[in-house]
């Protein structure tokens, strides 16, 4: 990957007049952005398919050790790599007067021009992004690095339409073991961790932070130490009030959490690692991911096993458990071919868990039972008129079976449970033999048929039907053509 360029320090004049740096092989076609120490633009190859590039230049004659090491860091680290939210180093080349980083190019800009654009974000398209830097967030932790300069302008986007989020710029990132700490100064005010300035050590919990201000000023449009002055931005920094949400948002409860706990000052009260992958806003586990088909196709396996066991109520719960990682698959597939085969795949699944749960449904066929010449419930409530109590709970357990024919399955279940709790005292010390048999063999029929019940309860509210996969994406075209409220 490391060669030198041989192309002679050189630059191209664009039609503007301002001046390009060149790199062999490559056309430089605009200005992308610049920051800290570079500036990037987009590029594409002269051979092949004239893939087209971001190139991030850095002037060697501007970098003093520091920054030479931040970059030699940024480079190594870009290498090891590899995550869908992070953008990609292809390959690094250097000639006199520049070091080129040769990158993914992200069409879409970056967030802070798109939250300019559009003012604020809806609640969806946010949880959408941050569920996607999260899960960037935690592959960083694996590698143990640290990103240490987490804010909008770092954070690009694939397209402006439908777009994916990618963290880039590791200029200030590390690698931090747990338990490592660091005491040097780095990252930009607002988005800064209020340890670094307050306490002068911190570690990889200063991303958290960071994370929290990106999903505040997507979500209101400004960070929430932004201020117009460095005296006030100090002020709100060096203060003990805990970050509180504008007032009167219309944000949901648990995106409300998600930023509280992540805004945290004390770093060790702020929400940790695991604990963020697995809060609700967020929920990785079923985030679209490379890995959501495999984990769908490994929980229809065991569906179909138990189908064929014929233990239906569980073959009923894999079937819905495995919607909840085919939706993501189906999100996560970019062929529309490959998309449309699941969709067809997932239909057909959940066609059998709601066949199942027909299946399954208690019958109790009221008028077959009132046709039966001898009712057994008829003659133990005539068996038990001097026993009020019997009598009683026997009652109740008609009433159940009346509303189990009603289809009344909660109600029906609660009374069947509450008379046999009677009844089954009788089976032990019922002194009149007749009834005690009757009662015994009634007894078997009520239970099964309260078993029944609960296994048909217990399925019967699971979602054969979710459509969520598709509603993210409606929002996303709605943010396509949204009109842009611009500041
Ligand atoms: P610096 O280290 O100087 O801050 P960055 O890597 O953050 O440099 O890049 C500066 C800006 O250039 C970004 O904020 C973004 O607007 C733009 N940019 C950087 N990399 C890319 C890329 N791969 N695709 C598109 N735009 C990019
Ligand atoms: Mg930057």
Redesign the pocket.
Known sequence: MSRPSSSRPCSARTNTGNLFPSLQGFVFTEK???????T?YKAYKKTGGRDVV?I?CVLKSGLNKASTENLLREIELLKKLKHPNI?ELYDFQWDEKYIFLI????SG??LS?FIRTKRTLPERVVKKFLKQLVSAMLYLREHNVAHMDLKP??V?LTSSSNPTVKI??F?FAKHMFDGDKESVMKGSPLYMAPEIICQKTYDARVDLWSIGVILYECLFGRAPFASKSFQELGAKIWNDKPVELPYGVNISEDCGDVITRLLQRDPDKRITYEELAKHSFIDIEHSPSSSSLQKAVSVVKDAVTEDTKGNYSNAIKLYCESLEYFMPAIHYEKCENKKEALRKKVKEYMNRAEELKKMIRPKKDSEMRRSVSSDPMEELLDLSKDDEELQAALKVIKAAEIEESNEEYEKALTHYELGLKTVITYLKEDSNSRRKKLLSKQAQVWMSEAEKIKSFLDVSHLNTNDTSGQEEMEENEHLQTGTCNLQ
């Open positions: 992308l952005g610049s920051g800290t120490y570079a990037v971001a991030k953008v990158m993914e190019f992200c800009g970056d021009r302008q770092n690009l880039a710029d200029g």
